[in-house]
Each structure stands twice: as C-alpha cells, then as structure tokens.
C-alpha cells in the first residue's frame, strides 16, 4: 500500500494526474474515441448523512481503504492522488479444496470404529471430558483447507505536475453506492468515482477532470506469488490470467482502458498510458472456473471467455448507461428502509473525526445520531455489496480480502458467524441478498451426508465448525472450536425464517422442507439417551469455544428444538405424506430435552448442569440462543426464563469483540431494555469499529457490522412473539424519529414514526390476507386504526396492548394515536 507520509488533516502532493470517478466506456475492438467535453466534478459528492468521506487518501487497507462490491467481485480505494490503487476480489478465488494434495473434505482419513462411542461413554461416566481429548479422539489435522485469496490489485499512475493538492476529498456514498476521490492541482479540479456493477458483473472506475486534455495515465495490474499467471496489454486491454499453485483453479482478469481524446498506448509489460485525454474509464472483471458441485467444484469453462463478455458489454453500453442502470438496481434495494433518528442533516466532520468525537464523548447529541444512523445503513450497504444472487455467500469478511493468509481464512464458520451476516437480511428488508446463502447451503448436503454416514452412521447430513467453497463438512483439530454438528440445523433457520417473512410457499417445499427435513432425520439418528432422566440430549456436545464437552449442552439442545419445531410446524404445509418420518419426529421432539434451566444464581444455565460462573465474562453467551435469535424465549410468555437470561447477560458484561457486542444488541432489545441495547451498540462504535466503519474482532471481521444493523431493527421492530411488536426495545436516546420499510414476520412491511418515546403513527401493509396482530403502548390509550383504502379493518378486537385484525393482501392498515 501507498503511504504519503503526509498528516490527513493537511494532505499534500504533487501531482496533476487523472482523478478517478467511473466513466464512459468504449468497446475493446475501437480506437481511441473521438473527444468529449471534460467531466465537471461535483462540487461535494456524496449524499448528505449518507457519505463516508475523508480529507486524505487511504494508507491502511483494513482501518481506511472503502469498500465497493456487486456480490461477486470486491473492491478496495485508497485515493492517492499520484497513484491509485483498486484492490481487487472476486470471491471464488480459493486455495485448498479438490486439485489441491491430500484433501479429504474433513472426514476422518480412516475408520475409527468406537470413537463416538469412547467418548459418549467417558462423558455418560464422568459428565464432562476436556476438549484436548475430545480433539484427540474425533479430530485431526486439516490437509488443503485452502483460504479466500485477493485477485489483483489495479494501479493507476499520474505523472506529477507543478503545484501541491489542495480541497482534497475520498468519499463512499452508501445511498448510490458510488465511491469517488476529488481534489485540485496546478489549477485543475480532478475527480474520480468508482462503481462495482450488479447488473453488469464489472467494476467500473472513471477519471475526469474540469479541463480538457488534463487526464495522463498508466495503468497497471499486478498479482499474488502463489499462482502462474501471464499478463499482457492490447488494444487498451489489460488481460491477466493463470492458475493457483495450490489446487490448480484457473482464473482470469482483464480491465479495459477507454480514453476520451488524447493518445493510448499499450506498453511491453501489461501496462497502458493515456496522454491528454478529457476522461478515462476503466472497466474490470474477473472470475475463475469454480462450480459449486460437489466433488470437483469445476465448471470445466475457461473464464476467459464469459470475463471477455461482460468486458465488452458493459464497454458498448458506456458509463453513464452503466451508472444508471447500477444506481436503480442499488437504490432499488437500499432505498426501501429510511431511518431518521433526529440526527444532524450533515454533521460537518470527516467520518473518521466523526468516530473519533464519538469515541472520546465530544461529539454532540445530533452528531451521535448521525453515526448510529450511518452505521444502521451502512450495514444494509455492505450486505448488498457482498451477497448478491449467483455468487457465493458474504463470508468473514464479506468480499474484501487483501491477504493471502486472511485471519481464519476469511472462511464461513458457521457456529454463529455466517448466520449473523444474514440476520438483517429479512428484517431490513433485503430478502434477495439471502439467495447466496441458500444456494451454498445447498451445496453442502452432498457432502454433509458423506460426513454423517461416516462419522456419526446417520442418515441427513451434518456440517461443522467452519467451511469453505469446497464442501468442507468435517472436522480439524482446534480442541475449542473444531466440533459444532448443530451448525446445518442453525442454517435451516434462515430457511424457515425466509417462509415466515416472505410466505411464499414454493420456496417452502422446493428450497426449505428438503434441508429442514434432512437435518431432522440426521438428529433422529444421532441424538442419545441420557442416563440421568431418559431425555434426548446431543452428545458430545460442546458450548462454543467455552467450558468442556458434556451431554445436552443448552444451546445444542435450543438448536436442536428449534429445527424440530419448525419442521413440524411446515411439514403439512410443505405436502410431506411420510407417516412414519411424522412419528418419529414427534416422538423425538415429546424426548427432547430443552435446554432451557434456571441455575443457582438465578442464570439460564450454559450446560445441563449448574457449572456456570457468575465472574466468568467470556464473549460467547451462546446458552441464549432461544432469547435471540431463537424464538422460544419471550418476557410475555416467559418472565422466569426471561429473568434467567438477564441474569445471564448482565454477568457477561458489556464487553467482548465486535460481534459479540453486535449479538448483545439483539439479547437486549429482545429483554425490551433499550437503553441497555443502545449502550451495547455505542460500546460498538466506541472500541469496535474502524474508521472505514468496518467492525473489528479485532482484526476486521464484518458479522460485527451485519450483527448491529440487525439489532438497532430488533430495538424498532419485533415479530418472533406471535405478533407485531412496535418501538419494543426503544432507547432513551432516540426519543423522537421515523422509520419507513422493515419487514416483520407475516409478510409485513412496517413503518413507524415516534415522539417523546411513543408511537405517534404506523403504517402496516399486508403481504397477504390473514389474521394480523399489533403489539403497542399506544393500544392502552386513545387511538385511531383505518385501511388506508377507507374504513377500519374487518374484526378489530383489542386485548390490553395488542390489536388483531383480519388484513387484506396489498392493504396498507394506518395506526394513529390521539
């Protein structure tokens, strides 16, 4: 990375290059394109309280690069004036996995008859066994696991001129997804914007500048030493291609450089130089020949090819067509959830002095809105960014990924992390982005059901602790954190959530029951009989990264409940007719214990048995997995349990790492205490987040950003309860605001507006006809409920603070107080 060695406050170079902002493209096969009136920069980019921006250019990939992503591909800006750099991804470049010596998927390489046994029968005899012995006996060491790798990275030089920069600004504008740097030199305003494609598949980069003949650029690629790879320049085009050493995944790049006026010229090492031009577009894709089938995960294609299509179309359809078409396919998306929170309309400070006046305690009231506001949003931002259909789910870090040993291989662990990126996902109002992450869950049944047959002699199939592209289903041997069976059966959640939000049947049968039904057959098969009282109970079974392996560990039990639970609840629904899958299933479900038991401190109890520690403030809370975001636990229908899970909380602290603050959010909101859920997200801000905004583990980990976004919309929102729940968790700090577009279970589209803390206004469209409910202060009180197509809504009955009534698919029902 570039390092200026400059203070941000006080940014100076000396340079009168190319700025970049996306531009208009030329196809591959034409010349230089007849000139074009200059670009005219903005004079402030960005959408006001909706704009990351900075006064220097990026030094630090992981704490201030920006992101842009379209799903598929990812890309870091740094801004330097003098020399750009636009890091790259595109998310199927792994190493590990079939091609790769010595890859087993994680199955245990030889037989060990008896080893489930050994240990069932040492924790039956002694109630709890160590990890380290547990990893002895049921692990092994990992061959060719593989990790995320970064494509390339893209520079563009600018010749220095006379003169130092001055009015510089780098900024990401999350309302249109565009990022962009803009600065003056030697008399000439440069701007450059940045875009990542949907729709398109590329990511666009377009250098202007306020004069004609002001843009000069060389533009270069460069990539990682773990691979064979060629690189070469022609006819503006820059193609690098190879494959990795490790697994021999063949991959391809190109970005097409397209000059408005001036002079191109392609250079003997891959590189091209415009002189003189009005403006420079670059156009870059890439992908490798990955398939999500298992066992070869090949396509057997060249990506060559369908990189050189997407190149080229989006050349011939020129960058104000791709702008275009990229801000309504964004904005179509993002724009369907406002949330005001009487918030500065533009807060006046950098974001990253922003943070740190927040951080410190001297940002004002109006400021600290504005933050939270951002960071709401932004969290919606980045899920869009890095979870589009026909790519692979946002892993551990999203798209983004310079290293290529990223922490914990930038992999998907799936002991909470992979399903925390997908909590905003239904309830902001961004059901498409779940589309990746049912298609990889899919893709791990094959070989999730070579593991359970191997491993456990089940039917189903079972996924572990963390995985890969690659079908990575079995164990290694990190005695904390290489054991989790439950994993597939916390995927299913989101499968079933996805019903309950979106009510469509079809996806219900063909996508949901199939995965839900299997994972209930696999624990039909592996639970056990515990000796102590005759309930079903998973064993081993092991509370994530905390304590010692035992039978029945709370939140494998909660796990397990809620799998079951949901399977019968939609198997009439789905058209299952197997009799005997039915009885079985309830007959596991009458023997199943809960997990669910109040300790000698008043604690809901991490294990079976009282072993919990009231100083112990490990960041996992895991035991309460039926408070959030399971569904078991409610303050209405459970005040005892509720109390144990405050206890709970309350001696874990508010500390931790990001993600476990972010999980804290949603325990709190869904305990009703606001204040306590706005103070887990301030101590989020305050010591776990970077100043891109990206939340930090530390390192960088981006469930930390999903995991708050979803919670600061369980403080405004809940439907888990059995019905609607408005302003549930509203902190004192926001005692006045709006918010337009969540989404609650039954196909319900939520819009609020609130003052001194009450609901002043709501708006409820059905998604379809139905009995509705409403839970809200306001039904104690004087209050007004009307279709907004006229009339009230067929049967009103109100039972102290809830309303139900019968609504119509596409009627919008307005409450109003007073």
């Known amino acids: 990375m570039t390092d200026t060695g400059l203070p941000r406050r006080a940014f100076v170079a000396s340079v009168t290059g190319a700025a970049a902002a996306l531009g208009t493209a030329a196809p591959a096969s034409a010349a230089s394109p007849a000139p074009a009136a200059a670009g005219r920069p903005s004079p402030s980019p960005g959408t006001p309280g909706m704009t990351l921006w900075y006064e220097s250019p990026a030094t630090d990939w992981e704490s201030q690069a920006l992101p842009l992503g379209n799903g598929a591909m990812g890309v870091c800006f740094f801004g330097d004036p003098a020399r750009e750099r636009l890091q790259f991804n595109e998310k199927t470049l792994w190493t590990g996995g079939p091609g790769a010596a010595g890859y087993d998927f994680g199955n245990w390489r030889s037989p060990r008859p008896g080893a489930l046994d050994e240990v069932r029968a040492r924790i039956n005899e002694e109630q709890r066994a160590s990890p380290e012995w547990v990893a002895e006996r049921l692990g092994q060491p990992r061959t060719a696991y593989g990790a995320y790798q970064p494509f390339g990275d893209v520079w563009v030089e600018c010749p220095a001129g006379p003169g130092g920069v001055t009015g510089y600004r780098r900024y990401l504008d999350i309302a249109e997804a565009v990022g962009g740097v803009r600065y003056a030199a030697g008399g000439v305003t440069y701007a450059r914007e940045y875009l990542a494609s949907a729709p398109a598949g590329v990511i666009a980069a377009r250098f202007t500048a306020d004069q004609p003949g002001a843009v000069s650029v060389t533009v270069s690629v460069t990539t990682g030493a773990n691979r064979t790879a060629t690189l070469a320049a022609s006819g503006g085009r820059i193609t690098l291609a190879g494959v990795l050493d490790s697994n021999g995944l063949r991959f391809a790049s190109q970005v097409l450089v397209c000059n408005e006026g001036g002079t191109r010229t392609d250079n003997p090492g891959g590189s091209v130089t415009v002189s003189g031009a009005d403006a420079v577009t670059l156009l870059l894709a890439a992908a490798t020949d990955y398939a999500p089938r298992y066992p070869r995960y090949r396509s057997g294609t060249d990506p060559h090819g369908p990189v050189t299509a997407r190149v080229d179309a989006a050349a011939a359809r020129g960058f104000a067509a791709l702008r275009r078409e990229h801000r309504a396919d964004y904005q179509e998306l993002f724009g369907r959830v406002r949330l005001r929170l ?238 005997e899958f039915l009885a079985q299933l309830r007959g596991t479900l009458d023997r199943l214990d809960p997990g669910l038991r109040i300790g000698s401190w008043g604690q809901l109890q991490e294990w079976k048995e009282d072993w919990d520690d009231p100083g112990s403030d490990h960041r996992h809370v895991s035991h309460l997995f039926a408070l959030h975001p399971g569904r078991r636990i409610t303050p209405q229908r459970d005040p005892e349990l509720a109390r144990a899970a405050r206890v709970s909380l309350t001696a874990r602290g508010d500390g931790g790492t990001g993600w476990s603050k972010a999980w804290k959010i949603s325990f709190w909101a869904r305990l009703l205490d606001g204040d306590r859920a706005h103070s887990l997200l301030a101590g989020q801000l305050r010591s776990s987040t970077l100043p891109n905004l990206w939340d930090t583990h530390p390192p960088f980990q981006i469930d930390g950003n999903f995991g708050a976004t979803a919670g600061i919309a369980e403080m405004l929102v809940q439907s888990h309860a059995d019905a609607i729940h408005l302003l549930p968790a509203l902190p004192g700090a926001w005692p006045h605001g709006s918010v337009t577009g969540l989404r609650a279970r039954g196909d319900v589209t939520v819009s609020l507006r609130w003052r001194d803390g009450q609901v002043v206004r709501a708006a409820l469209r059905a998604g379809r006809t139905g009995e509705m409910t409403v839970r809200s202060g306001v039904f104690r009180r004087r209050y007004r409920i009307r279709d907004a197509r006229g009339g009230r809504p067929a049967g009103a009955a109100r039972d102290g603070d809830t309303l139900t009534f019968r609504a119509r698919r596409g009627h919008t029902y307005v409450l109003t107080a007073g």
């Open 342 to 579: 009487g918030e500065a309309a533009d807060p006046g400070l950098p974001t990253d002095a922003l943070l740190a006046a927040y951080q410190d305690g001297t940002l004002d009231e109006a400021g600290r809105r504005s933050l939270e506001t951002l960071y709401f949003q932004y969290g919606r931002y980045l899920l869009i960014s890095s979870s589009r259909p026909g790519s692979l789910p946002a892993n551990l870090q999203g798209v983004w990924n310079h290293s290529a040993e990223p922490p914990w291989s930038a992999d998907y662990h799936v002991n909470i992390n992979l399903q925390m990126n997908y909590w905003p996902a239904e309830t902001t109002n961004l059901t498409e982005t779940t589309a990746p992450l049912f298609d990889y869950a899919d893709s791990l049944m094959a070989p999730g059901q070579v593991t359970a047959r191997e491993m456990f002699g089940s039917r189903g199939w079972v996924v572990h602790n963390e995985t890969t592209p690659f079908g990575f289903t079995g164990v290694h041997d990190w005695p904390t954190a290489f054991w989790f069976p439950e994993a597939g059966a916390w995927l299913a959640q989101h499968y079933y959530e996805h019903y309950l939000f979106t009510g469509d049947e079809t996806f219900l049968r063909e996508r949901a029951y199939p995965v839900m039904k299997s994972l209930s057959r696999f624990w039909a098969d592996t639970l056990v009989t515990d000796p102590r009282d005759g309930t079903l109970v998973v064993s081993p079974s092991f509370s994530p990264e905390h304590g010692e392996f035992s039978a029945g560990a709370s939140m494998s039990q909660q796990i397990v409940w809620e799998l079951l639970t949901a399977t019968a609840a939609v198997a009439q629904a789905a058209g299952e007719q197997d009799q």
